[in-house]
Nanobody, 127 residues
Framework: QVQFVESGGALVQPGGSLKLSCTAP????????IGWFRQAPGKEREGVSC????????YYTDSVKGRFTISRDNAKSTVYLEMNSLKPEDTAVYYC????????????????????WGQGTQVTVSS
């Protein structure tokens, strides 16, 4: 059983920054595509970002391009999502996860195809 753990969420003012962390004890995360998705109240789940195995390519949904950056620290087996210029519409619970059959990011995987994910971390952007 794979258990993902997200952390780093907080209340932040518009224009502020946060850095989310994602770990999965026991999983060699560098071998898999790792995705971030978010769920806001009353809205559908939205794939936000993804890093393919080996960080060979990355994906960002249009609404976060230029503001969010995904990265890996393989020594720590951790994937980060750095979020800058945050907007109220970024408010959501953010989850990270993987499908152990996937090494590359695809639009379908990022939005629908996770088989493991964590409990999520709350990001609230408000003044």
């Amino acid at each position: 059983q794979v258990q993902f753990v997200e952390s780093g969420g907080a209340l932040v003012q518009p224009g502020g920054s946060l850095k989310l962390s994602c770990t999965a004890p026991g999983l060699t995360m560098r071998d898999y595509a790792i995705g971030w998705f978010r769920q806001a109240p009353g809205k559908e789940r939205e794939g936000v970002s993804c890093a393919s195995a080996g960080l060979s390519d990355t994906y960002y949904t249009d609404s976060v391009k230029g503001r969010f950056t995904i990265s890996r620290d393989n020594a720590k087996s951790t994937v980060y999502l750095e979020m800058n210029s945050l907007k109220p519409e970024d408010t959501a619970v953010y989850y990270c996860g993987a499908n152990l059959m996937r090494r590359r990011c695809t639009d379908y995987f990022i939005n629908y195809e996770y088989d493991y994910w964590g409990q999520g971390t709350q990001v609230t952007v408000s003044s």
